[in-house]
């Protein structure tokens, strides 16, 4: 399979586009600073991923400088200064000069110890500062490129500071062809996970294995991350939405719901299904399921150009509500996928380009059981495509492929 990759020269038209928006006004993105030492991989920040493409550059930025006379002074890259003492640390980094330009496509890369002088001029000349980061809610730190205008407005007088913030939201909901292949890549890994998932899932395996399988598969299909930690509850651990304990064993009769998702290159997939560990489901079980599947194949189809997703979620809630289950239905029904898991939210419809999850749920902890079912689709110009189709979804297609692993593994059928 040919590696999916995003050129050089979209990242480029990206930045072109949003210095084209910013309509004279001067903005920064800012990559975000370093993770903990030896606690996970350092994961830019989703806009500046978007606009360069770089996820190894901590404590970068990009600023638009529209007003900028030098015209390759317009987008200029800020990336941290060498440090060769903590490169022995953390790994060896590239001088500036005719190579790294050329890598990242800026005609204008520096060291953030540039940053303020420029921005504090870009101020002074535009008189507009865009914020194109979200805004933070009001407990939480304010949003970097907020934080730092505020500054810059205190030292230049007459500058505005304006809400761009739909700008890189809007961009980034509408996948291009390259990034939707992207994401088909993370999807299908995904989809092998979960093969392998039904190739060992039997009674008393643990949580912990079936995690595992997912992720030994996700790595084996050239993915080196999850999208989100991986959600694997069986029996009374399915009726919690975000459980992530994954330790328990799963028992005969049970119900295990597993929601996961592979990232590729950034992009998430996610993708949740809702299994019978014994390989069939019970009468109460089928009865349930059917609702969930019925709700989730009416709000797949409510979901087109135009349609809201609150419009989305009344078309599953409705089912739900219909089959008695209306207080089981405790969640919202998906959310925009991409560079985040939970990613930005452009006002308005949906539009085509657009990835969004339908993930309806009903939970009964009193009866151990939880089910939800959830697939990644794609929103096209009429209609739309399920992107994670590939994976079993229907009580016929998830039993017969549990029947046929069984048989592979020699046990009964
Ligand atoms: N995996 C988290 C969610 O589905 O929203
Ligand atoms: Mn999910
Ligand atoms: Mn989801």
């Given at each position: 399979m040919q590696t999916p990759s995003i050129a050089r020269s979209e990242y480029m038209q990206r930045r072109a586009r949003v210095l084209a928006a910013l309509k004279g006004g001067a903005a920064v993105v800012f990559a975000g600073g370093s993770s903990q030492p030896l606690l996970g991989p350092w994961i830019a920040d989703a806009n500046f991923q978007y606009l360069t493409g770089l996820d190894d550059e901590p404590e970068a930025a990009v600023l638009f400088d529209p007003?900028?006379?030098?015209?390759?002074?317009r987008v200029v890259l800020f990336l941290k200064p060498l440090n060769r003492e903590a490169e022995r640390w953390d790994g060896y980094r590239e001088e500036i000069g005719s190579g790294l330009r050329a890598r990242t496509g800026f005609r204008t890369v520096m060291r953030t110890t540039s940053l303020a002088a420029l921005l504090t001029d870009a101020a002074r000349r535009a008189k507009r500062l865009a914020c194109l980061h979200p805004f933070a809610v009001y407990d939480a730190a304010v949003s970097p490129d907020l934080a730092v205008y505020r500054k810059v407005a205190e030292r230049v007088p007459g500058v505005a500071i304006e809400d761009g913030t739909e700008l890189l939201k809007g961009m980034r909901a509408r996948k291009s062809r390259a990034e939707l292949a992207m994401m088909r890549r993370a999807i299908a890994a995904t989809a092998e996970g979960y093969r392998a998932v039904v190739r060992m899932l039997a009674p008393g395996v643990n949580e912990r294995d079936i995690q595992q399988a997912l992720e030994t598969s996700y790595h084996r299909h050239g993915v080196t991350r999850v999208a989100f930690n991986t959600i694997v509850g069986a029996g009374l651990n399915s009726t919690v939405l975000h459980y992530m304990a994954n330790k328990a064993a799963a028992e005969e009769g049970d119900l295990v719901v597993i929601d996961s998702g592979a990232s590729f290159g950034g992009y998430c997939a996610d993708v949740t299904r809702t299994l019978p560990v014994s390989g069939r489901f019970t009468k109460e079980q089928r009865r349930f399921y059917t609702i969930v599947l019925d709700a989730q194949r009416a709000a797949i189809k409510a979901a087109?150009?135009?349609?809201?997703m609150w419009q989305v979620e009344e078309t599953a809630r409705s089912v739900i509500e219909k089959a008695g289950?209306?207080?089981?239905?405790?969640?919202?029904v998906g959310h925009q996928l991409g560079l985040l898991t939970h990613d930005v939210t452009p006002a308005g419809p949906l539009a085509p380009g657009m990835v969004v999850t339908i993930e309806p749920g009903i939970y009964f902890p009193d009866r151990k059981l939880g089910i939800r079912i959830e697939d990644d689709v794609l929103i096209g110009r009429a209609g739309n495509r399920v992107l994670s189709s590939a994976v079993p979804k229907t009580i016929e297609d998830i039993e017969s492929a549990m029947r046929k692993a069984r048989r592979a593994r020699g046990g009964q059928a």
């Open positions: 007003s900028a006379e030098d015209e390759r002074r087109r150009p135009g349609v809201h289950c209306g207080d089981a239905f405790i969640h919202g």
